[in-house]
């Protein structure tokens, strides 16, 4: 209910568990870019929330209306915000856009990540 109540043009929003994006909320200092062009309406950043921030080392749930508030605030003008150790909220103008967020921000994640393995400059 908080991203819709901050966000007037957001109709559709998404909450996912996806593996494949967890390590970019966890690993401080890496962020998760834009590596793949069907993900380009991601934007070109992805904020991390840290419930732990502002209520302390906790569940890493969102339980309560402030903690709800914080993460829209996080959010703000992007289309995704990663939950530390919890996986991602996504926001759109529309279901089908906040489903192919839910889809392709994890596939740009394992782009990413597997670029990294790799080794050498990742390019963006």
């Not at 819709?4 to 043009?9: E, H, N, Y």
């Not at 062009?37 to 950043?45: D, N, P, Q, R």
Request: aromatic residues 6%.
């Amino acid at each position: 209910m908080a991203i819709f109540a901050a966000r007037p043009d957001v109709m559709a929003v998404v909450h996912t568990q996806a593996e494949d994006t967890l390590p970019f909320g966890i690993a401080q200092g890496t962020k998760l870019r834009l590596v793949i062009h069907s993900g380009s309406f991601i934007g070109a950043e992805v904020p991390v929330w840290d419930v732990a921030d502002n209520f302390g080392d906790i569940n890493l749930l969102v339980t309560n209306m402030a903690q709800a508030n914080d993460l829209a605030k996080c959010l703000d003008g992007n289309s995704a915000v990663l939950m530390r150790g919890h996986g991602f909220a996504a926001a759109a103008r529309s279901p089908i856009e906040v489903v192919r967020l839910s889809v392709y921000l994890p596939r740009n994640a394992r782009a990413l990540l597997s670029a990294r393995q790799l080794g050498g400059e990742i390019r963006c």
